[in-house]
């Protein structure tokens, strides 16, 4: 299958400080790739849908201002937690879509654990 | 508003037997449909796609698909204990919709 990377995988900051979260696509372009928050024992929430030369699309209730995306290229995303907060420790995790035969695959990337103190 | 439902569990099985993983979807526009396997801790991988009615077998897993009752499901054969992990079911229509998981619990 395609491969889809994330960096880094682990990362502890300061509160108040920003963090760069970044996604590839390894093997494959990917015009569209998605950021998506997941809380312990919870499902994943999509944040915003990345689109290659464009804005991001956000869902209600995910501020863009502090959560910056930039799919400057056909394989990298990027995801900045700007002035992390506790609250903003998570999993972050993105997707890209491959265009498979006959479907669109999504693929994740293995995720970044954000830890805030 | 989109949904997708899938019981919580945890559903429990005993090692060798069949692992059956339901899930039921409101949006009729659904055209594609996904099953991910998520270790704990771990980012979701892609276990298997549908998008036609009837079934599809890719080795010990085999999706079903019956649009006309708006239900997929996922049958896992001779479960393992590696197998114990929770299982996402997607739909794609006009958004991508994830129901919120079934844990399952494979016994040795």
């Known amino acids: 299958g395609a491969v889809v990377s994330q960096h880094p995988s682990r990362v502890i900051c300061k509160s108040g400080t920003s963090v760069k979260i970044e996604c590839r696509s390894l093997?494959?372009?990917?015009?569209?790739m998605f950021w998506y928050r997941q809380f312990p024992k919870q499902s994943l929430m999509l944040m915003a849908t990345?689109?290659?030369?464009?804005?991001?699309?956000?869902e209600q209730g995910v501020e863009k201002d502090k959560f910056l995306i930039n799919h400057a290229s056909l394989t990298l995303s990027t995801l900045t937690v700007t002035s992390a907060h506790p609250e903003d420790s998570s999993f972050y995790i993105c997707?890209?879509?491959?265009?498979?035969?006959?479907?669109?695959?999504?693929?994740f990337g293995p995720g970044t654990r954000l830890t805030v103190t | 508003q989109k949904e997708v439902e899938q019981n919580s569990g945890p559903l429990s099985v005993p090692e060798g037997a069949i692992a059956s993983l339901n899930c039921t979807y409101s949006?009729?526009?659904?055209?594609?449909f996904f099953w991910y396997r998520q270790y704990s801790g771990k980012s979701p991988e892609l276990i298997m796609f549908i998008y036609s009615n009837g079934d599809k077998e890719d080795g010990r897993f085999t999706a079903q698909l019956n649009k006309a009752s708006q239900y997929v499901s996922l049958l896992i054969r001779d479960s393992q204990p590696s197998d114990s992990a929770t299982y996402l079911c997607a739909a794609v229509g006009s958004t991508l919709t994830f129901g919120k998981g079934t844990m399952l619990l494979v016994s040795p």
């Open positions: 949006d009729r526009g659904s055209q594609s």
């Open positions: 997707s890209a879509i491959h265009r498979g035969q006959g479907a669109d695959e999504q693929y």
């Open positions: 093997d494959f372009q990917a015009t569209t």
């Open positions: 990345s689109n290659e030369g464009s804005k991001a699309t956000y």
